[in-house]
């Protein structure tokens, strides 16, 4: 009866110990599909903030050609060349 009460006993902790590593297992899963989720996101932002970087270095490697110049003073200041003139499209397309 004693042998018989042991290995009852050693199936129970060997099935309690399996249950407590499957759990483990399945969270461990679930973060690690959450942190690879994480850094494809990260990968995206890295790769548009580059874009963005190389875009700031060619403005500054031709931030003094005269047609740097000449873009600013149109798109963001409006300005425009002497004896030009601006006409604005009143349909509202």
């Given amino acids: 009866m004693r042998i018989k009460r ?3 006993i ?3 902790v060997i099935l309690i110990l399996t249950v407590y590593a499957a759990v483990t297992l399945i969270g461990l899963r679930v973060r690690i599909e959450d942190a690879k989720a994480k850094t494809v ?3 995206a932002q890295v790769e548009e903030r580059e874009r963005a970087n190389e875009i700031l270095r060619y403005e500054i490697a031709h931030s003094g050609d005269p047609e740097t110049y000449e873009t600013v003073a149109r798109t963001k200041l409006g ?4 004896g030009e003139e601006i006409f604005y ?3 509202g397309r």
């Avoid at 300005?79 to 002497?82: D, G, K, M, T, V």
Wanted: charged share 20%.
């Fill in 6 to 8: 042991a290995g009852l």
């Fill in 10 to 12: 050693t199936c129970l």
């Fill in 41 to 43: 996101e990260i990968a």
């Fill in 79 to 82: 300005l425009i060349r002497p």
């Fill in 89 to 91: 499209d009143a349909s």
